[in-house]
Every structure is written in structure tokens, then in C-alpha cells.
């Protein structure tokens, strides 16, 4: 994501800025600098980078956590040690540990149970669920809380704006020569619990720690914790040792993706070494916005020789980290934004970007001095950053590498993107990222749809194209003032939709809607606001986050590639729903006649009516029900329903229910089902509970597999309460 860079709880006395002092005299006031790379993309990385920070600073008042080990210890009494993720004297490094920890966290609901997040354990057996973040913020939050757990060293670099080149980690905010300005003294200034006995009952508080947030919008809301809690609630509740929590505060507000892109904090990796923990970096430009993901699985596929990756990504407004399926998380490794062939708006190669596949540098003491380098193991999987074929040609090995996905996998999977930037605009509509994305997932599905389903663009717009995608049309990102403003509400997309609605239902003739964007300010949409009772809700526009084009007169609109509105109006608004057979809500003559054949205008995308359902005008299906189907009550593992290899139809998942049956292994089984009617999942675990696989995809199908013997148990459920009827098919190995 984007980030303006700037650092938080400093102090800059030739800024002018008023200085407050804590009880313990500490000056903490905000100080606003940008930081750049530390190297070129055109220089080539080096294996070991020089030295940096001497490890007396360990000691020194701005450290954060004390040193113990180091990334390459294997027999160590410490890496002898059982963890979160490995057993006793496992023979593993740190780093190989650290895959192993992002690997074992489970797969929850989200706060508002719209996707799937992940759940975090800390050394002390507290569970919380994982954070709302950016999505670059996701990645440095994991690797530098397992640094900090396991008492591992950690170093990132960059420069700042006078050309010193500066260093954050576990020994704080430091430059070669000492202590970098007035930045923490985390060692003086906060407390560290880690040696006394605590658990989720006595848990330690740190009142000013608890009071802290990120800097930029107001969106590091952590609502499953407290009413109210921050980013600085969440870490609190975290960790015993503070100064990781005021530490992270510092960090995550100071460095972004682009220092991730930078070669002295990561490394390029070939695509067959791909282990989770990795990184994967989406890069459209050299500078500014981007998009991270942390690999969360890697495992074989089906296919011999095939692999199945997912991926994470917090987003920016802030969110929990989004858990994408194998097919979403395919697209994004062969996307040729992540550092592949082709080239951006301004004719720059992606490869040269510093976008794709990346692992994270260790710090390592040497002579005195920590490095950041790599371990020896890895030297083998290393890409130089210069190395430009090799580094373009990693989508496309990602492409055979990755488990191959059918066509209507892959149809339905950037159907649920698109769907998914919509959900995010109906939430923030400022947000152009949103917007580029939902518009770069349309170009895949119009050459998707031509390709396998002989299918036009014009045709694909009429299937699929809604109301709202007009009216939030893609913007410019460096010539649209809108792009900056992250602070816009869910509110203001109803005022801006009800508007929109409202200026075309009352043209007469086909006119298209006011497009949600900057024309020399947003006083179209604050008037019609306040002319509807609703001006208190209007938000104004704030520039929150580095915004150059934030005195551009009216935004740039996109070059738009979709057909044109008025060629399809009548799908993307439909007449307005009866209120009862005769007339409309505007008074316009209307009959029943918009529930003919079975389909319903009042449902979405006009859906057929389940069985026993009838479609009443302007409500939409009435009747009907959720009916058991021949093998309830089977609704937990203890009361699963034994069978055999084989195809059952006629099944049923209602509202807050289960399906379980007692499958013998090895054996293959599958789900069929109109996803358009609800989303169901399914997943095979052992009799302790114990997941053996899941499928949680976004299409009409889901597919299991378990390779051992013995008896197994196959769960079924709707996801977010969905109901739906399903058949199932057992084959066996």
C-alpha cells in the first residue's frame, strides 16, 4: 500500500512543534519526515549488505528486545527448545521455524464475517485474532513479533530526507554514529513483563500504550477487542515486553511497501523455493502505492509436481488480513504487476519495479556489526534484483508451477475479486485503488470469457456490470484528488448511490449517472446531502495521505474499456419494484408481469425463486423455507451419517447448520451447488478435530482430498449462515 512515511513520537525542536512531557519527562510530539530506498533497483543487491548497527547498541537505552539468538541456530539450547509451530529439537533454523509459525495459524471469520482472517497465539497461550492493518503493515507485524518473541535480531533500512541512511530494529531508531535524532528510548522510557508469570487473567496494562494509534486515517479500529481499542490496544494485549507494542507504533507508521521492494530488506527468490513467510509485492510504479501479500500456504497439489499457494493481505483503509483462496491467490503470482513482462502507464518494465517474489533479509552479527544478509541455504534460491529476465519470467513459471484451475474456477474466482472491491467502495467509495482493481479483474474476465466461453465484452458487461461500477468509474491515481482521501463512509456511498438513482430514473431519456469524483470540489453530492437530511453525515475531503495532485481542479476519469451505459441501463437499473399489483412507486403504471417466468426483479441480479417460493412484487421471494433433507440430524461430528463411495442429491443446508458424514480414506469428495443461492464450504478432519483439508472457494463446486486410511470426517456448512441445497460425490483413490 501507500504510505506516507512519516515518524511518530519524535521530536524536532526546529519544527516548532509544542512539546508535551509524560510523568517520566519524556517529550513525545509528532515529527513529519518522508523516507526513501536505500538502494537503487539499478544497482545490484549484494549477498551480505555492509555493516550497519554495532551490536553494543544492544545494550544501549533504545533498545527494544535483547538479542539471545541468532536466525541460523540449529542446536542451540534455545533452538533445541520446542514453539508455537515446532517440536523439541526439531533441527530447524529460525528461519524455517518462522514458516512453520505463519503456516499453523488457524482460519477464522473476520469481525463481520464477510471473508476469512487468521487467529495469532503468543508464547503465553493468548489467542486474539489478527489485526486490522495495511497490507505492507501485515508483513512487518509477523516477522517482527516472532523476531521479538524468540529474541532474534531484526533490521530494516532506508534514508531519509537529508540523505542519512537510517536503521530500525530490535536495538530502535538508530543511524551508524548512535541514537537517530530524538527518537525512543524504549529501554528507558517503557516497561518489558517478559520475565514475570503472567497469563490472559493477570495480564500487564500500559495505559499510554493502550492510548496509541497509526498514523493517518482513523481506520486502526480493532472492534474485537473493546469499544474504542486501537492498534495500541492490540499490542498491548500482545505482548508482555511494551516497547514491541510502542516499537511496532513507530514502525508500521514510518515504512511501507516500497521499502520492501528495496534489496537491502529483501531478497528476490526463484518461484520453486516458495515457502510461507514469503513475500509476494505487486508494484504498477516506482514510487508510491503497491500491494503486499504474505504467503500464508504452500503445499503439493493434486497434480504430482504441482504446488497450492494462499496468500494474506491487510488493505489500506485498514482491514484484517484477508485469507484468499488457491485460486485468487494464483492470479495474483502470475499477475504481471508482480514484477512480470510488460510495462506500466509510464513505460516502465514491471521488472524493474521491484514487485514479485521476495524473502526477508536476516540480520546477522558479524565482526561487531549487524548485516542484513541472507543464510547460506538460501544463497541457491536468490534472484539478483538485476537479473530483469529471470525476475519477468517468475509469473509465468508461477503459472506451471501452481496447480492449473478450470476455467470456471477461474471465471468465478475474479468474479468474487470484483465483487470484493465493491464491498470495499461500498464502505470507503473515495478509495481509487479499489476502482483500478475492480477494472484490472473486468480486463481478466472480458479475455477469459472471449477465450473459453466465446464471449464478448459487450456480453460480459451485461452479465456482470453493475449500477454502482459506473457510478464509482476509475480515476487517474495521480491526477484525481479523490484518490487521497481515505476517510469517505458508508453513508456517503448511500448518499452518492440515492443521488445517482435518483438523476437518472428522473431524466426521461437515458442519461448517465453523476460518476462519485472530484469536478471542482463535491458540492453536487454534500447539496444533495443536506437537501435529504443527511448534510451531517457528509464528510469532507482531507488529504490523508501524500497527495501532489490535491490542487487538481476536477479529477482525470480513466480510460474506460466497458460498453456504454445506456446500452444496458435496463439491466443495471431495473423498473422500479411494485408496491402492489398495479402501480409503482412512482406512480407509473406497473403490473406483476416483472415476476414472469419464474424470475424475480427484487431479488439480486433478478435470481430465480427457490422452491416453494413465490415472487411478490416489490419484496422479492416470499414463502417457501429451509426443509431437513433424508440424513438429519447430522449435524455435529458425533452424530455424522456413515457413507460410502458415491453421488447423494436432494441434500440441504439451512441457516446455522451442518451437515458431517463419516467417510473411509482415501478418497476424493465433492460439493455442487449455485453459489448465486449461498456459499457453502466443506472440510475433512479426524476424529480429534484436526483439519486434514478444506475448501472454502467462491465458485459453484468445492473438492476435498484424503490420502490416508481409516475413517474421516467431512464437514459441510454454509458459510455466513448460508442455505443451500448441495449434492455430494464420494470416488475413492
Request: one cysteine or more; charged letters at 25%; glycine letters at 8%.
Amino acid at each position: 500500500m501507500f504510505k506516507r512515511l512519516f515518524l511518530v513520537t519524535m521530536v524536532l525542536a526546529s519544527l516548532g512543534l509544542v512539546v508535551g512531557c509524560s510523568s517520566d519527562d519524556q517529550e513525545e510530539v509528532e515529527y513529519f519526515g518522508e523516507f526513501f530506498l536505500d538502494s537503487d533497483f539499478d544497482k545490484a543487491d549484494r549477498v551480505s549488505n555492509a555493516p550497519a548497527i554495532p551490536t553494543s547498541a544492544d545494550s544501549s537505552t533504545t533498545a527494544v528486545w535483547p538479542v539471545y539468538n541468532d536466525w541460523g541456530d540449529t542446536d542451540t539450547a534455545a533452538a533445541r527448545q520446542s514453539g508455537l509451530a515446532w517440536d523439541a529439537n526439531s533441527g530447524l533454523n529460525w528461519n524455517d521455524k518462522y514458516a512453520l509459525w505463519i503456516a499453523s495459524m488457524p482460519k477464522i471469520d473476520t469481525e463481520d464475517g464477510y471473508y476469512k482472517t487468521l487467529e495469532i497465539t503468543n508464547p503465553q497461550g493468548k489467542t486474539i485474532p489478527a489485526p486490522v492493518l495495511e497490507c505492507a503493515e501485515v508483513a512487518y507485524f509477523l516477522r517482527a513479533t516472532f523476531a521479538a518473541w524468540y529474541n532474534l535480531p531484526y533490521m530494516l533500512q532506508a534514508i531519509d530526507s537529508t540523505g542519512t541512511r537510517v536503521f530500525m530494529g530490535h536495538f530502535g531508531w538508530r543511524t551508524v554514529s548512535g541514537r537517530y535524532k530524538n527518537s525512543n528510548l524504549f529501554k528507558s522510557w517503557y516497561q518489558d513483563y517478559s520475565g514475570g508469570n503472567y497469563t490472559a487473567a493477570n495480564w500487564p496494562e500500559d495505559s499510554r500504550l493502550r492510548a496509541k494509534k497509526l498514523y493517518g486515517s482513523n481506520d486502526d479500529f480493532q472492534p474485537f477487542l473493546e469499544a474504542g481499542a486501537r492498534a495500541g490496544t492490540y499490542f498491548d494485549e500482545m505482548f508482555l515486553n511494551k516497547r514491541v507494542g510502542h516499537f511496532l507504533i513507530l514502525m508500521l507508521s514510518n515504512f511501507g511497501s516500497i521499502h520492501l521492494a528495496d534489496s537491502s530488506n529483501t531478497f528476490n527468490i526463484k518461484p520453486e523455493a516458495l515457502r510461507e513467510g514469503d513475500i509476494l509485492l505487486e508494484r504498477w510504479q516506482r514510487r508510491g502505492i503497491g500491494h503486499t501479500l504474505v504467503v500464508k500456504v504452500v503445499k503439493p497439489g493434486i497434480t504430482e509436481g504441482k504446488l497450492v499457494a494462499e496468500l494474506v493481505s491487510g488493505s489500506m483503509p485498514r482491514r484484517q488480513p484477508k485469507w484468499e483462496n488457491d485460486v485468487a491467490s494464483k492470479r495474483y503470482f502470475t499477475m504481471e504487476e508482480t514484477g512480470g513482462e510488460g510495462t506500466n502507464w509510464d513505460g516502465e518494465e514491471y521488472a524493474k519495479l521491484g514487485g514479485g517474489i521476495k524473502r526477508w533479509r536476516v540480520a546477522r552479527a558479524q565482526s561487531g556489526y549487524y548485516v542484513n544478509t541472507m543464510l547460506p541455504e538460501d544463497v541457491d534460491n536468490w534472484v539478483s534484483s538485476t537479473n530483469y529476465t529471470a525476475i519477468a519470467a517468475r509469473p509465468d513459471q508461477f503459472e506451471e508451477l501452481l496447480e492449473e484451475v478450470s476455467p470456471d474456477q477461474k471465471r468465478e474466482a475474479v468474479l468474487a475479486i470484483i465483487e470484493d472491491k465493491r464491498a470495499h467502495l461500498r464502505r470507503y467509495p473515495a478509495s481509487c485503488s479499489a476502482r483500478i482493481n475492480r477494472e484490472g479483474a473486468f480486463e481478466e474476465l472480458y479475455e477469459l470469457m472471449e477465450d473459453e466461453f466465446y464471449t464478448n465484452r459487450a456480453e460480459v458487461d451485461r452479465r456482470y456490470r453493475k449500477f454502482e461500477d459506473y457510478v464509482f468509474a476509475e480515476l487517474v491515481y495521480q491526477e484525481s484528488k479523490t484518490c487521497c482521501w481515505n476517510s469517505s463512509t458508508s453513508n456517503m456511498y448511500e448518499i452518492v448511490m440515492e443521488l445517482a438513482e435518483k438523476t437518472v430514473r428522473e431524466a426521461g431519456s437515458c442519461a448517465t449517472p453523476p460518476i462519485f469524483m472530484n469536478n471542482n470540489g463535491y458540492g453536487l453530492f454534500q447539496s444533495y446531502a443536506e437537501s435529504i437530511g443527511r448534510g451531517h453525515e457528509w464528510v469532507a475531503w482531507s488529504a490523508d495521505e501524500s497527495c501532489p495532485q490535491s490542487g487538481v481542479p476536477v479529477d482525470l476519469e480513466a480510460e474506460h474499456l466497458w460498453v456504454d451505459f445506456c446500452t444496458i441501463v435496463d439491466e443495471l437499473l431495473p423498473p422500479l419494484a411494485c408496491t402492489t399489483a398495479g402501480d409503482c412507486d412512482d406512480g407509473v403504471a406497473c403490473t406483476v408481469d416483472s415476476c414472469d417466468v419464474g424470475q424475480c426483479r427484487h431479488t439480486p441480479d433478478h435470481n430465480q425463486c427457490g422452491a416453494g417460493e413465490t415472487c411478490d412484487a416489490g419484496i422479492g421471494c416470499v414463502g417457501g423455507g429451509c426443509a431437513d433433507d433424508a440424513y438429519e440430524q447430522n449435524d455435529s461430528l458425533e452424530e455424522a451419517v456413515a457413507i460410502s463411495e458415491g453421488s447423494f442429491d436432494g441434500l440441504m443446508i439451512c441457516a446455522d447448520d451442518e451437515d458431517w458424514f463419516v467417510v473411509s480414506g482415501p478418497f476424493t469428495a465433492s460439493i455442487s451447488f449455485t453459489h448465486a443461492n449461498g456459499d457453502l464450504d466443506m472440510i475433512v478432519m479426524d476424529a480429534g478435530g484436526t483439519t486434514l483439508d478444506d475448501s472454502q472457494g467462491m465458485g459453484d463446486s468445492e473438492t476435498v482430498q484424503v490420502d490416508a486410511s481409516g475413517d474421516v470426517f467431512v464437514q459441510i456448512y454454509g458459510y455466513s449462515s448460508a442455505e443451500n441445497g448441495y449434492s455430494l460425490t464420494v470416488t475413492g483413490l
